[in-house]
Structures are given as structure tokens and as C-alpha cells.
């Protein structure tokens, strides 16, 4: 007897699936893909790592072409954009990465997958690290913001019930 699914969750079916039907994959029903009961955080972790991906991607295509109509998008942290022009034709490469990594996050917690979810806590724990250093070094001090959010999203990434639904996840896939 199949569930009953929340507004929130038929509404996200929907854009999935015009976003797959965009694509050229066109799935009947998303519970072959993605198992019953996903909390709405993780749907919202996913929704987070596909920005990222975005993001990043938008980042990457910017510092291909350094004088470009995406430069606009550097006034939110201009000293990011300077050490990463200072890297020459090598720029591009590590937002390339991070968006390939929080894409794949992104489709690892859309679809319950045990590995995204891996991966999403080391993105996270990762800009955690990344956010302390750059404060206690003095590069970036507003980068203190993204500890504690960074905190909380791992917090509850290790909560019992994500925890247990990505354990669910991965019999479901099985």
C-alpha cells in the first residue's frame, strides 16, 4: 500500500521530475529511487548541496573568464577572488571540485544514498576546519559565521533519525 506523501514531498516529486523530464529521465515513480520516509532535512541538505554546486559551478566558470559578465558575483567576497586569480590558469580547478562534490552530495541525499551522506559530513566537517583556520589565522575573520551553522548542520546530520533513515536507505537500495 503505497504512502501518503506531504505537500512538501509531492511538491519536491514535481520539480524533480520536471528537472528529470528537462534532462531526458524520465522516472514513473520516485520511490524506486528514493526510499519512503526521507525527513524534510534531508531534503533540504540536498536542496543545500545542489546550491553549492551551483555556486561553486558559477565560480568556476567565472574564473575561466576573469573579465567576464559573472564578475559581479566576486563582490560578496572579493579577496576570495584575488587568491584565486593568483593561482594563473589553475583557478577554475578547485571550485570545479567543489561543485562535482557537492553535486554528488546533492544526489547522494536526494535519492537516500549512504555514500552522499558520508560525503555531505566530510563537506561540512571540512568547511568547519576550514572556517576555524581561517579565523584563528586571522585570513578571514567573518568566516566565524560558518562555524556554528556549519556545527548545527552536523549536528543534525548525526541525529539518530537521519542516521537511521540513511541505515533504512541502504537496505532500501540493497
Known amino acids: ?41 534531508v531534503f533540504a541538505m540536498s536542496a543545500f548541496f545542489g546550491f553549492g554546486a551551483l555556486a561553486s559551478g558559477l565560480a568556476a566558470i567565472s574564473l575561466l573568464t576573469p573579465v567576464g559578465p559573472l564578475d559581479s558575483i566576486w563582490r560578496l567576497n572579493p579577496r576570495a577572488y584575488t587568491r584565486l586569480l593568483g593561482l594563473g590558469g589553475w583557478a577554475p580547478f578547485p571550485m570545479a571540485a567543489i561543485c562535482l562534490a557537492c553535486a554528488a552530495a546533492a544526489y547522494g541525499f536526494a535519492y537516500g544514498r549512504r555514500w552522499g551522506y558520508r560525503l555531505g559530513i ?53
Open 1 to 41: 500500500m503505497p504512502r501518503t506523501r506531504t505537500p512538501a514531498e509531492a511538491a519536491a516529486g514535481k520539480l524533480v521530475f520536471a528537472v528529470q523530464e528537462v534532462l531526458g529521465r524520465q522516472w514513473d515513480d520516485m520511490d524506486k529511487y528514493a526510499p519512503p520516509g526521507q525527513p524534510i532535512g
Open 122 to 174: 566530510g563537506l561540512l566537517s571540512l568547511n568547519c576546519v576550514g572556517d576555524l583556520a581561517n579565523v584563528v589565522l586571522g585570513i578571514e575573520p567573518r568566516a566565524i559565521v560558518g562555524i556554528p551553522i556549519a556545527a548545527l548542520l552536523l549536528w543534525y546530520l548525526l541525529s539518530r533519525r537521519v542516521r537511521s533513515y540513511f541505515s533504512r536507505a541502504a537496505a532500501h537500495a540493497a
